[in-house]
T-cell receptor
């Protein structure tokens, strides 16, 4: 079957370690950012979001950091589990426009 | 709660054939979107409908048309399919467009054009 993860950057981590997935965005006018998780054969699912007036936001086991100066976003996953294996996308919104997605990173958790 | 439902899940077309991908949401969302996903390319926006009665082109609209049939339904039509349109197509919806509005995605339609 088709793999949407072909040719993506891959991050391999040991189970229990922390994961950091990075994303560079290009539009300095973007004011809202979302991280999505996509498991094989499924649509993207919302993980966490952050507005441009914030530098950090925490959820359950996940933290998003935003550095507007260098237009960089990161997703930190604490105590990574096998169920975290997926492709992760950052997406951005500038004003009243649709989501624009980055290319994605595949996270592979080694048990 | 069904969320966003896409039909069909899989489809094989011959070059030149036409077909319509269906999408329906039951969350009373105003905005709906069609994306395509190719290996290593992320999701690219084809068309979107900010609200019922309006549609706009996205990043890659060529070869496609859309219809916002009502608030619930947003269809994507390929009039003359080409091998370059082989992709996974995702429909999404959001309460409105813009700030603080995450999009909810369907499960995708895997289309192969031979």
């Amino acid at each position: 079957g088709e793999s949407v993860g072909l040719h993506l950057p891959t991050l391999s981590v040991q189970e229990g370690d922390n994961s950091i997935i990075n994303c560079a965005y290009s539009n300095s006018a973007s004011d809202y950012f979302i991280w999505y998780k996509q498991e094989s054969g499924k649509g993207p699912q919302f993980i966490i979001d952050i507005r441009s007036n914030m530098d950090k936001r925490q959820g359950q086991r996940v933290t998003v950091l935003l550095n507007k100066t260098v237009k960089h976003l990161s997703l930190q996953i604490a105590a990574t589990q096998p169920g975290d294996s997926a492709v992760y996308f950052c997406a951005e919104i500038a004003g009243n426009t649709p989501l624009v997605f980055g290319k994605g990173t595949r996270l592979s958790v080694i048990a | 709660n069904a969320g966003v439902t896409q039909t069909p899940k899989f489809q094989v077309l011959k070059t030149g054939q036409s077909m319509t991908l269906q999408c329906a949401q039951d969350m009373n969302h105003n905005s709906m979107y069609w994306y395509r996903q190719d290996p290593g390319m992320g999701l690219r926006l084809i068309y979107y409908s900010a609200s019922e009665g309006t549609t706009d082109k996205g990043e890659v609209p060529n070869g496609y048309n859309v219809s916002r049939l009502n608030k619930r339904e947003f269809s994507l039509r390929l009039e003359s399919a080409a091998p370059s349109q082989t992709s996974v197509y995702f429909c999404a919806s959001s309460p409105r467009q813009g700030l603080n509005t995450e999009a909810f995605f369907g499960q995708g339609t895997r289309l192969t054009v031979v």
